[in-house]
C-alpha cells in the first residue's frame, strides 16, 4: 500500500497549489482519506478530508474557504486545493487514509503518505 503526495513548491501569499495524493497497492472505498500538515516547529495537525465514496468533507477552520478537497476514484486519486494561500500555511503536507469515520482525529489514520513541501513567501 503506497500513498504518494505530491504538488508542493514555493507560492506567494494569495497564490493557489493544488495537492495530489495517489493511492496504490488495494483499493480504499471503504475509506476516508485526510489530509493532515506540521509546520516548522510545531505539532502536525489536521486539514481536510472525505469519504472515498458520497460527498461527505471535514474542514478545519483555519483553511475553511480557502482550501477544497476532492477526489477521482477513477484515479485512486486525492486532490487538495489550496486557494489565498497565507504564509501560516507553510508546512510539510500529508495524506492519510482512515478505515474509519471522517475524522480529524490522527490516530484513526493508520496508512500515511511521505509528506509534500508547502513553502508560502509573504
Known amino acids: 500500500v503506497q500513498l504518494q503526495a505530491s504538488g508542493g513548491g514555493l507560492v506567494q501569499a494569495g497564490g493557489s497549489l493544488r495537492l495530489s495524493c495517489a493511492v496504490s497497492?488495494?483499493?480504499?472505498?471503504?475509506?476516508?482519506m485526510g489530509w493532515f500538515r506540521r509546520a516548522p516547529g510545531k505539532e502536525r495537525e489536521f486539514v481536510s478530508a472525505?469519504?472515498?465514496?458520497?460527498?461527505?468533507?471535514l474542514y478545519a477552520d483555519y483553511v475553511k474557504g480557502r482550501f477544497a478537497i476532492s477526489r477521482d476514484n477513477a484515479k485512486n486519486t486525492v486532490y487538495l486545493q489550496m486557494n489565498s494561500l497565507k504564509p501560516e500555511d507553510t508546512a510539510v503536507y500529508y495524506c492519510?487514509?482512515?478505515?474509519?469515520?471522517?475524522?480529524?482525529?490522527?490516530?484513526?489514520?493508520?496508512?500515511w503518505g511521505q509528506g509534500t513541501l508547502v513553502t508560502v513567501s509573504s
Open positions: 492519510a487514509a482512515n478505515p474509519s469515520s471522517l475524522s480529524r482525529i490522527e490516530r484513526l489514520y493508520n496508512y
Open positions: 497497492g488495494r483499493a480504499f472505498s471503504d475509506h476516508v
Open positions: 472525505i469519504r472515498w465514496s458520497g460527498r461527505s468533507t
